[in-house]
C-alpha cells in the first residue's frame, strides 16, 4: 500500500460548483497536511496547511483531515475557471513526537472548471 | 522579490551529455531540493539539503549529483544524461528541514529532454 493515495482524476465540473478532492495515507505518524496549487507550467505553490486533524477555511477553499479514517479533503466552493489546475496533497510527520519530518506527495489530482 | 530561480527553463540533451541546472533562492530559506515530476509518478525527491555545507540522498538520486555552493544555490548535475532523465525538474527552498511546519516554496521548473 502506497503511503499517500490520490485520484489522478481528471476531474471536469462546471463553474460554481463545488469541488471535493481527496487523499488518503497509510502512516498514522503524519501528523502535517498540505495542499498545494499547481498550473500548468508552473511549480507548485502551498495552498492550505493544516496540523493535527480538524478543519481550516480560507476564503473559498476548506481543509479537513479525519485522522481516524486517515483521510483528508479540499473543497473548493463556488469553483472558478481559475481554479483549474493540478491539485497535490501533502504530509508528513513531527519529528519532536517521533514522526519523520520527509514530506510525502500525492501524485495529484488534475481539475478543469469550466465557464 | 523573485522566490526560488531555476536556470535554464528548458534544455534538451543528447544520451551521454552532461549538464548543471542551476537553482538560487532569495529568502535566506536554509534547506533546498531538488525533485522531478513525471507523468503517473508524481514529485518524487532527488537530493536535499538541510542547510549549507550538508547534503542528502532522496528517493530517486542514481545519476545525479548535488553542489550546495552557498546558502542561496543548489545545482544539480547530470554526468551522463539517459532518456530516463527526460523529466520536469523543480528546485525547492525551505526555512528549516523537510517541509513539515515550513512549507516550501517551488521555483517553475526546468523541462529536460535526453534524446
Known amino acids: 500500500q502506497k503511503e499517500v493515495e490520490q485520484d489522478p482524476g481528471p476531474l471536469s465540473v462546471p463553474e460554481g460548483a463545488i469541488v471535493s478532492l481527496n487523499c488518503t495515507y497509510s502512516n498514522s505518524a503524519f501528523q502535517y497536511f498540505m495542499w498545494y496549487r499547481q498550473y500548468s507550467r508552473k511549480g507548485p505553490e502551498l495552498l492550505m496547511y493544516t496540523y493535527s486533524s480538524g478543519n481550516k477555511e480560507d476564503g473559498r477553499f476548506t481543509a479537513q483531515v479525519d485522522k481516524s479514517s486517515k483521510y483528508i479533503s479540499l473543497f473548493i466552493r463556488d469553483s472558478q475557471p481559475s481554479d483549474s489546475a493540478t491539485y497535490l496533497c501533502?504530509?508528513?510527520?513531527?519529528?519532536?513526537?517521533?514522526?519523520?519530518?520527509?514530506?510525502?506527495f500525492g501524485k495529484g489530482t488534475k481539475l478543469t472548471v469550466n465557464p | 522579490n523573485a522566490g526560488v530561480t531555476q536556470t535554464p527553463k528548458f534544455q534538451v540533451l543528447k544520451t551521454g551529455q552532461s549538464m548543471t541546472l542551476q537553482c538560487a533562492q532569495d529568502m535566506n530559506h536554509n534547506s533546498m531540493y531538488w525533485y522531478r515530476q513525471d507523468p503517473g509518478m508524481g514529485l518524487r525527491l532527488i537530493y536535499y539539503?538541510?542547510?549549507?555545507?550538508?547534503?542528502d540522498k532522496g528517493e530517486v538520486p542514481n545519476g545525479y549529483n548535488v553542489s550546495r555552493l552557498n546558502k542561496r544555490e543548489f545545482s544539480l548535475r547530470l554526468e551522463s544524461a539517459a532518456p530516463s532523465q527526460t523529466s520536469v525538474y523543480f528546485c525547492?527552498?525551505?526555512?528549516?528541514?523537510?517541509?513539515?511546519?515550513?512549507?516550501?516554496?517551488f521555483g517553475n521548473g526546468t523541462r529536460l529532454t535526453v534524446t
Open positions: 539539503s538541510a542547510s549549507e555545507g550538508t547534503t
Open positions: 501533502a504530509m508528513s510527520g513531527n519529528p519532536t513526537q517521533g514522526g519523520s519530518e520527509k514530506l510525502v
Open positions: 525547492a527552498s525551505s526555512e528549516s528541514p523537510g517541509g513539515s511546519n515550513s512549507p516550501l516554496h
